[in-house]
């Protein structure tokens, strides 16, 4: 945590002008205050008193981070963790960074100025060094996602496990030739991983990959549907793919069929999370225990919050769903 000496010495100015600005005193010039104030900002500097007076607060109020409510995997795991908080008289705010870094600091204020108890992060937008700071103001509880830097609760899966997982379940179909298709990998560390496992299994079972299977920045149901036309235009096509998200599949099942392809003969699709959308239109899926997550997370938050120790990681499991797409 930043102290006074920090501030005076990120400002340039002794640490008895830095007293006397953090003291209101009067006659200390308006260039040397600016200086100080930005250090201090900086720093995220909190004057001692005022630190004090803001831990003994308590709002009875966690914020949840998720990147996107629209996707049914937050909005299910956010219902879930706010039935569980509620149990123990919480209640949520939920902050959407939109997968945005600015965004994401913005919302990490309230636990600095003490609005929430406790942060709950389900997506990770800055490097844990800019986030790391903020755990001094209260507790921080990764959910979904993870980062190796941060010592902190976190409830994850291993996504190397499930990229192998869907993708082994293609190559036992007798799918040959598969593409790969997820989101950012520049942003998201589980992209990474699972593309890890989908590669292990590949190699494993003596596959090669075209460079033009590997599609990236899909996250939506119409993602899905631009990410088929890609593979709709190609001299070399894939016969099946994996996904990153049930939406993506979904969107690529659509036009699929749209386009007079019949799935799993002509495309195999699987997805991922095992949402509500993915039994309805009868995806393959792999399926993430959403609801073990969210209560997991919740109670470990609880823990931290009444000063507790809580575990600093929690594995869980992965469960291939196999349905008419494969």
Known sequence: MATIHDVAKLAGISRTTVSRVLNCHPYVAEEKKRKILKAMKQLNYVPNSSAQRLRKVKTDTIAVFVPRITNPFFSHLVEVMEKEAAKYGYKLILCQTHYNKEQEGKFLDLLKTKQVDGVILT????????????????????????????????????????????????????????????????????????????????????????????????????????????????????????????????GLLKAAKDSGWRVPEDLAIIGFDNQPLAELLGLSTVKQPIEDMARHTMQEMICAINGKVPKESTNLSFQLIQRSTT
């Open 123 to 250: 997506s990770i937008e800055n490097e844990w060094k800019h986030i790391k700071p903020y755990v001094n103001d209260g507790p921080i509880v990764i959910c979904n996602e993870y980062d190796d830097e941060a010592h902190v609760p976190s409830i994850f899966l291993n996504q190397v496990e499930g990229g192998y997982l869907g993708t082994k379940h293609l190559i036992d179909c007798g799918y040959k030739r598969i593409a790969y298709c997820a989101g950012s990998e520049r942003r998201s560390r589980l992209t990474r991983d699972r593309r890890k496992g989908f590669k292990t299994a590949m190699r494993e079972a003596e596959l090669a990959v075209d460079k033009d299977w590997y599609l990236f920045n899909a996250i939506s149901i119409e993602d899905g549907k631009n990410v088929f036309q890609r593979i709709k235009s190609l001299k070399n096509r894939p016969d099946a793919i994996f996904t990153g998200s049930d939406e993506v599949a979904a």
